[in-house]
């Protein structure tokens, strides 16, 4: 089955900084979308930041929680995308999962098999 690829993640103590990054495998084209979500334990699966628009340019978006704090970026072509979280929080701890949306032949979304960040206090 084909995945998206992430890597990063792991554990810091809060203040503190990481990075996560993501790439889609070479056969899934017309990614419009591309971005980041996570998940803590009996919760729902949120949103944390995406680009959307990737064909025409791209607009990222952030969930309130992470604004000011988080910085998204992804480049089309190479079909990647990046998550630098700084002032990270204990309530940042969760699971967090690459998520691209593809457009051809139609819209289909495609995961990543998730990445454990872990924000100590």
């Known amino acids: 089955q084909v995945q998206l690829v992430e890597s990063g993640g792991g554990l810091v103590q809060a203040g503190g900084s990481l990075k996560l990054a993501c790439v889609a495998p070479g056969n899934i084209f017309s990614i419009n979308v591309m971005g980041w979500y996570r998940q803590t334990p009996g919760k729902q699966r949120e949103l944390v930041a995406q680009?959307?628009?990737?064909?025409?340019?791209?607009?990222?978006n952030y969930a309130d929680s992470v604004k000011g704090r988080f910085t998204i970026s992804g480049d089309r072509a190479k079909k990647l995308v990046n998550l630098e979280m700084n002032s990270l929080k204990p309530e940042d701890t969760a699971f967090y999962y690459c998520?691209?949306?593809?457009?051809?032949?139609?819209?289909?979304?495609?995961w990543g098999q998730g990445t454990q960040v872990t924000v100590s206090s």
């Open positions: 998520n691209a949306v593809s457009l051809c032949p139609y819209p289909f979304p495609w």
């Open positions: 680009i959307t628009g990737l064909l025409s340019g791209g607009t990222p």
